[in-house]
């Protein structure tokens, strides 16, 4: 992959076509808005261009979503928004993975699987690049592009708490709010808002929390059940696996999710300097520091002796 | 109360010593942040300067207060920051009522118990104001006033999600963690950080969960005895109230918390128009249009069946 300027992007841009604009699966907010915000203003330049997922996106976006007219083509040229590996793009857009023209991206971990590529590692939300990029082609952010962008930066900031929320992406967030961003009504459907399945199965997961080493260690469980009994989908987890981090005194944070019989997925989250990937990397699985997971097969007591006698010897470790 | 411009009120606390900056009891991010921040811009001018308040301030701010000298004499000039009226100022403060010389402060209910005041009531967070007032002085801001300020603005907007997250709120932040505040720190203490006594109430405050009115009313209950089973102090219940109007489809949410012996205090919100304050103005209480609250006596169940009966009323003025 070549990389290239945000400026020789809008050049590539702005002598193009029938843009296809590929987000990624499992998509969200910054994909999203990336996405709709990067094709609202090639229509505003006389083109046509169409935002496509292989995942149904969110109805939680449907403010984006829902009043932007489907446009049919042959595509012209195409690019990738917030796609760190071609796998991401999931199987319904896999057929395009060869033809990708550009890729915008802010993941460090890109695999470079497009033509040319704009990747800022230091963004922290791909929506930040697609603002800039916007700008360089000369369109004017309108509310719809703005609104696109808020969610795009509000949402990869989990609305502005992360570490990554930097001085510029409050600077952006302000900028899509003076160009008309409704972000009192996206900050409300996004954050503030929760299902009656969601809340059902946040308090069975709670019920579930349990301490190990002294309170430096929390583990809560999501059971197969618990998804059936609360009514919740997929979708509504987002979140859950945070739960255990949060607690005060908590270094490590463990969330065992079963997946089918005897199979479970496990997340973990650390702060003060706990490495997750360490403890997962042990199990056969990775990640980044604050964020790992991986697959222990076995019952239920078993995997929970399994992950937190890792997070033992982490805790040790870091003596 | 004379109401005056920021520059007039850089003016007069240039022109002062020995400055006494009076917070709101039960004390939060907003008036601990304006009083430490302004305390530590006019140190930087030579001055003495020390901000009180009537409470004792939450441990959560020690980042702020514990690193702060603290300063001991004779005041000669008397400031309160945050505070709408003079009864906010309790009852350790009230000995400075008459002689509070300037006034600060964003909200438009203020009653003018000052001799001056600058009184913004378009200001997402008061610190907003502090801030000018610190450019205007002619300090330079510092990572640790920059913190002040950016607590100030993070916490009066529920971490940029309420509607009072403006793009001056978002400049603001913008500025400040460019002048050194450790928006990251700050954000994970305040919001993404939860007792285990919280979390354990929050998981009794769950249970409590009814639905009401076909899922538009939502009704949770903190008893005393959860108070005391879970731990939780009084300013652990901080966002308590804003559960049930966060689910999905409800319109009305409400609180019902128990005081003392057959004695209730009844929080309400409200959206998608419907009136808290209406409601709880037949029960002899009072508030705003989204947030209001009243106290009821009696047995639980029949406190329930009055709050819940005035919400239904509201609901069928609605249609």
């Not at 033509?115 to 963004?123: E, I, L, N, P, Q």
């Amino acid at each position: 992959m070549t990389d290239i300027t945000i400026k020789q992007a809008a050049e590539m841009l702005l002598a193009n076509d029938d843009i296809l604009v590929l987000m990624h699966r499992s998509p969200d907010g910054d994909t999203i808005g990336c996405g709709y915000a990067l094709c609202a203003a090639l229509r505003k330049l006389g083109k046509r261009a169409q935002p496509v997922c292989s995942d149904i996106l969110p109805r939680v976006f449907s403010f984006l979503t829902e009043s932007f007219e489907q446009q049919t083509f042959e595509p012209g040229f195409i690019v990738s928004v917030d796609v760190a590996t071609e796998t991401l793009l999931g199987e319904g857009l896999s057929v395009y993975k060869d033809r990708i023209e550009l890729c915008i991206d802010h993941h460090p971990s890109n695999t470079g699987f497009a033509r040319c590529g704009v990747v800022d590692g230091s963004a922290g939300a791909c929506a930040l690049i697609i603002a800039k990029l916007i700008r360089e082609m000369g369109v004017k952010f309108d509310p719809f592009i703005a609104d696109a962008i808020f969610t795009g930066v509000a949402t990869d900031t989990g609305c502005f708490v992360f570490s990554n929320a930097s001085a510029e992406i409050h600077r952006t967030a302000a900028e899509m709010i003076e160009n008309g961003a409704d972000s009192a009504m996206i900050t409300r459907l996004i954050f503030e808002t929760k299902s009656r399945s969601r809340l059902e199965l946040e308090k069975m997961v709670l019920e579930s929390l349990r301490y190990f080493h002294d309170g430096r260690t929390a583990l809560i469980t999501v059971t197969s059940a618990m998804m059936m009994l609360s009514g919740a989908e997929e979708g509504e987890t987002e979140g859950i696996a945070s739960i255990p981090r949060q607690i005060e005194g908590v270094t490590i944070g463990i969330t065992v999710r079963e997946r089918g019989e005897g199979s479970y997925r496990i997340s973990v989250r650390t702060s003060d300097g706990a490495d997750a990937s360490r403890i997962c990397a042990a199990l056969g699985g990775g990640g980044h520091k604050a964020a790992a997971g991986c697959s222990i097969e076995g019952d239920l007591e078993t995997v929970i002796k399994t992950i937190t006698d890792a997070a033992e010897q982490e805790l040790d470790r870091m003596i």
